[in-house]
RNA sequence: GCGCGGAUAGCUCAGUUGGUAGAGCACCUGGUUUACACCCAGGUUGUCGGGGGUUCGAGCCCCUCUCCGCGCACCA
């Protein structure tokens, strides 16, 4: 049965259905547009979102980072800034294209060759449409205000003539070429893989020690340590440091490798280390990159033994032929030992690089690839060093200009079918010569058809079957997804350079850095302005989330029980500026807590306001009006402050400040002190003026909080604006420019805070007081004040501190007389009685009243020694000796009151 | 091996020019007072990782060590 005054808002806030209505009618209203033709008076603010894998589902790193983005957002249309939060997704080439294949193998047991390339990549785009793009409706649930009408794709029609338009463009430049050369290969996805996206991985693994006869000497042998038995058949060469004696004499002479059984040259190789194993290296060129350099030098045969998807390839070993590596190795070591040639095995951790997507170590690989030499390295280096981009947390900056002064050609061909393809074709008769020569550049021009548009008569052309690396789409995304190529559209010229950057520290090199060079080389200018890297989230032992692990919990089931405010809210309050952030569900309870306490704020507003004649209602802001009280003004006071430190907060990026300073200000300032301090204003005999002043101040308050809070619960926020009437009709919080005129009235007494300080800390003690005798619950206690003498302002307040500590009364009563033990405590007021039949006892107030006493001695010694020390006084800063000054004097005077409290128990 | 973070109450974390160690949660006690038990009031809790130094004074600055995490290099 609802409360008839309570009807309209329920007792406790769901959050579902509210969210979603919210959405909707921010959808139905275009609420997100950016508007690429707002007046110079609306300064742009614009983002670009970290477009998620098309294949993605919403994690908890997701909502940190897209809720970061939503709160920017919001709070610069709060500000008046014309605002456009650009979305959209990656095709994400190796994860779609392995999505699909898992797919096919599942339901129709086919492999992508099957079909043909056409045919795949149909089926790619029919998955795309049908399930890629979860994640955009997640991200809708969580309340991100972007503007869906400019949603994105990277292998949108207009995406790709970009890709090709900068492949041309840099392979016409002489910066993309096409070689032979050592990539990382990656044996479960067949494809080259990038060196950002090689994870070194420490693995247990073994050293073996393994002999290779010297030619022409009878029973004389090289020792050899090794990690890799099974690539032996590929050696071409023993190689040993020029300098070490122990081997000076075999460098020119020949190894025997056992099998298949061939004599190769002994060289010498600075590269070698002499401490390392026995000091002798066996050079398999094909299949190191160390050993590849080294081959080069010595002018050694190359020999792969081993096919692209990891298994052996090796004829002449027929028992190894066809194994796989790892099994190849184990037989590879029992072959030695059979032979003789093995000396021992010991343990040995070494890192080994794994491919980021197959999860595999990868084999590193000679083979034909695109590669980049990166455009405007220097004009990338140089914004962030001189601070023209700001990156946050600031040491992320030399982590980046580390990398990119130690740049490397990027691998940018991709052995793959979902992606971009290189646009480049080969005349038909040549296709073959080209397609393996050594190297290729825009030298070969004339025989290549390198461009943005297919070959006029493609039956003379065939076209290169690499595609690009996914990151070769991503790193235009700032202005390709604003603009089509050669042109300068409305929407770049007033969002581009994008103002902040959010996204997570473990993709600086894969994607920042290069939009970075990206963004210099085709629009000459930085692509943002901030980038703020989030936090990692980690599960609450400390690891990092994962699938396989199962400690990630679904964003999607935490909406459901808190709502997307309270896990914005409760992930944002514990996501600190740049360290890993251990996830802990009780923090987005609180989320949740938090919004059903805002929630109970404005019924109680509600309720206590209904059928007030002369309460504001709605409309503008209207300035509390009639005599405020020293409550009203410390409140309002409080009010102001909450926006400074807002401001400083987000100035700085500090999201859990704000946080921190939100629910603060609401739970512990309004709620638990304003509210209770000014209840008598609402019972029937109050005064009607002060009533409707009080509800003016509570109207204040409400109205900026929601404003504040927006950006962190966007949803509760704009339906409590509703609820209450703050805005005029249709007009949504979240497009209400926030105020900021100071709600304190300039000519607002300087004492008034002082006042209400001295109220609520006299409430703590007597609360306390109380407590310690047992009596919290009684509210029939009266309180007897002999003297106001320090504070004769407080007579009027009386009430208020009574309505505070649940009392029945508090009096002033100069002739009182306390009987000897009756409960008393020091206030900043006064010393308080609290004259109670029963409780009269003056051993036990003695022993409490000392124990009070001990703590103000402890501190009255600590100020005392202070000033004591001449070092101080005359070197600290005078602020600090001034308040240490003020302190002793303080603790001084409580001494003394204690000590004539307990003597007149004697 | 080089570099960068972190180590503060049982837990998660604040602590911004060095000047009396904080919040929330958890726990304990009491409480349905005209919003809220997703609540209210009160209480307990710390050799601020170890050691050394600078200073009148160090959680904060310097050195060093230990542990955890990350990046780079090496990785036969």
Redesign the pocket.
């Known amino acids: 049965m609802p ?1 008839p ?2 009807e309209d ?1 329920s ?4 959050p579902t259905a509210v969210e979603e209505k919210w959405y909707a009618r921010w959808l139905d209203a275009n609420a997100f547009h950016g508007n690429e033709n707002a007046p110079d008076s609306q300064p742009p603010y614009s983002i670009v979102i970290p477009p998620p894998n098309v294949t993605g589902v919403l994690h908890l790193g997701h909502v940190l980072n897209n809720t970061i983005q939503d709160i920017l957002a919001r709070r610069a249309r709060q500000k008046g800034q014309a605002v456009l939060w650009l979305p959209g997704t990656d095709h994400a080439g190796i994860a779609t294209q392995a999505v699909v294949e898992r797919e096919l193998k599942k339901h129709e047991k086919l492999t992508r060759h099957d079909l043909g390339r056409e045919k795949f990549l149909e089926r790619v785009w029919e998955w795309k449409d049908e399930k890629g793009g979860t994640i955009i409706k997640q991200l809708k649930r969580l309340g991100c205000s972007c503007d869906w009408s400019r949603e994105r794709f990277t292998m949108d029609p207009e995406y790709i003539k970009w890709v090709q338009h900068v492949f041309v463009d840099l392979f016409e430049k002489g910066l993309i070429y096409r070689g032979k050369r050592m990539v990382n290969w990656c044996p479960k996805t067949l494809t080259a893989i990038s ?2 996206e ?3 991985t ?1 693995q247990k ?1 073994k ?2 020690y393994m002999r290779y006869a010297v030619a022409g000497e009878a029973n004389r042998f090289v020792e ?5 038995p099974e690539t032996l058949m590929g050696d071409t060469g023993v ?3 020029p300098n070490d004696k122990r081997y000076g004499d075999l460098v020119g002479k020949k190894a025997v490798r056992p099998f298949p059984e061939a004599e190769i040259p002994i060289v010498a190789d600075d ?12 050079v398999t060129p094909a299949h ?4 590849y350099d080294i081959g080069l030098r010595a002018n050694l045969e190359v020999i792969d033994v081993l096919h692209p998807d990891g298994r052996i390839n090796c004829p002449d070993c027929p028992d190894l032929d066809g194994l796989d590596r790892f099994e190849a190795r184990d037989k590879a070591v029992e072959k030695l030992e059979s032979m003789g040639l093995l000396d021992k095995i010991e343990d ?1 951790e ?4 794994f491919s980021e997507r197959g999860h595999v170590p990868i084999e590193p690989r000679l083979s034909m690839q695109w590669f980049l030499k990166y455009p405007s390295v220097k004009e990338a280096t140089n914004a962030v060093a001189n601070n023209d981009i700001v990156m946050r ?4 900056r ?2 980046y200009l ?2 990119m002064e ?1 740049i ?1 050609d990027w691998c940018i061909s991709r052995q793959l079918w979902w992606g971009h393809r290189v646009p480049v074709w080969y005349q038909k008769d040549k296709a073959e010569d080209l397609k393996n020569a050594e190297s290729l550049d825009s030298s070969h021009a004339a025989d290549l058809h390198v461009s943005t548009d297919p070959p006029a008569d493609p039956e003379n052309w065939v076209q290169d079957d690499d595609v690009l690396d996914t990151w070769f789409s991503s790193w235009l995304w700032p202005f390709a997804t604003m603009t089509n190529v050669g042109e300068r559209s409305d929407t770049l010229k007033k969002f581009y350079p994008t103002t902040d950057l959010v996204t997570g ?2 993709i ?2 894969f994607w920042v850095a290069r939009m970075i060079m990206a963004g210099f080389e085709y629009e000459k200018e930085l692509p943002f302005k901030n980038v703020f890297f989030t ?2 989230i ?1 599960d ?3 690891r ?1 989330m994962s699938k396989s692990l199962g400690n990630s919990p679904d964003p999607l089931d935490l909406i459901a029980k ?1 709502g997307a405010d ?1 896990l914005r809210f409760g992930l944002m ?2 996501a ?9 569900e ?2 987005i ?2 989320g ?13 507003r509600q ?2 306001g209904r059928d007030v004649p002369g309460a504001p209602q709605s409309g503008d802001d209207p300035s509390p009006a009639g005599d405020l009280s020293i409550y009203d003004l410390d409140i309002l006071a409080k009010l102001d402050d909450l926006a400074d430190n807002l401001e ?1 907060a987000y100035t ?1 990026y ?1 999201f ?2 704000v946080g ?1 300073h939100l ?2 200000f609401f ?2 300032n ?4 304003y ?2 301090a000014v ?2 204003d ?3 005999e109050a005064d009607p003026n002060r009533k409707a002043t009080t509800l003016a101040v509570m109207d204040t308050v409400l109205r900026r909080f929601l404003q504040h809070l927006h950006p962190y619960m966007p949803h509760i926020t704009e339906e409590l604006w509703e609820k209450m009437s703050y805005g005029a009709s249709d007009d949504f919080l979240m497009l209400t420019s926030a105020e900021t005129t100071p709600a304190t009235p300039t000519d607002a007494p300087a004492n008034a805070r002082e006042h209400v300080d001295a109220v609520y800390q006299s ?2 003690v007597l ?2 007081l ?3 005798y ?1 009596v ?2 009684n ?1 029939n206690i009266r309180f007897i004040i002999p003297a106001l003498d320090s504070a004769p302002w407080a007579e009027t307040e009386l009430p208020t501190l009574a ?4 009392a029945k009364e508090i009096a002033t009563d100069s002739s009182f007389e306390a009987d000897k033990g009756t409960p008393s405590a020091l206030t900043p007021i006064g010393q308080v009685f609290m004259p109670l039949e029963g409780l009269i006892d003056v051993e036990a107030e003695k022993k409490r009243l000392n124990n009070e006493l001990a703590k103000v001695e ?2 009255f010694s ?2 005392q020694a ?1 000033l004591e ?4 006084v ?4 005078p ?3 001034d ?2 000054r003020a ?1 002793l004097a ?2 001084t005077e409580k001494r003394d009151q204690l000590n004539a409290m307990i003597a007149s128990l004697h």
């Open positions: 409360d005054a309570t808002i007792k406790a806030y769901e060196d950002e090689v994870i070194p420490p693994s050293l073996y050899i340590a090794t990690t890799r190689a040993v440091n590269h070698i280390d002499p401490e390392f194993g026995t000091g002798v290296l066996k190191d990159k160390a050993d040995y070494n890192n080994v690089g947390p600031d040491r992320w030399k982590t580390h990398w130690n490397q520290p473990d600086i090199f936090a990692l980690r609450i032992q400390g990092k808190y309270g309050r514990i600190p500026l740049g360290t890993d952030v251990r996830f802990d009780k923090q309870e609180e949740r807590n938090f919004a059903n306490k805002l929630w109970n704020a404005a019924r109680y309720m206590v400083t700085n500090r859990n400040d921190q629910y603060e739970w512990s309004y709620c638990d002190w509210l209770e209840k008598n609402f019972k029937p409430a703590r609360r306390n109380k407590a310690e047992n919290a619950a509210k309505l505070l500590t649940g402890k501190e600590k100020a202070k020390n001449p070092n101080f005359e070197r600290a800063k602020e600090a000796v308040k240490a302190d303080s603790w």
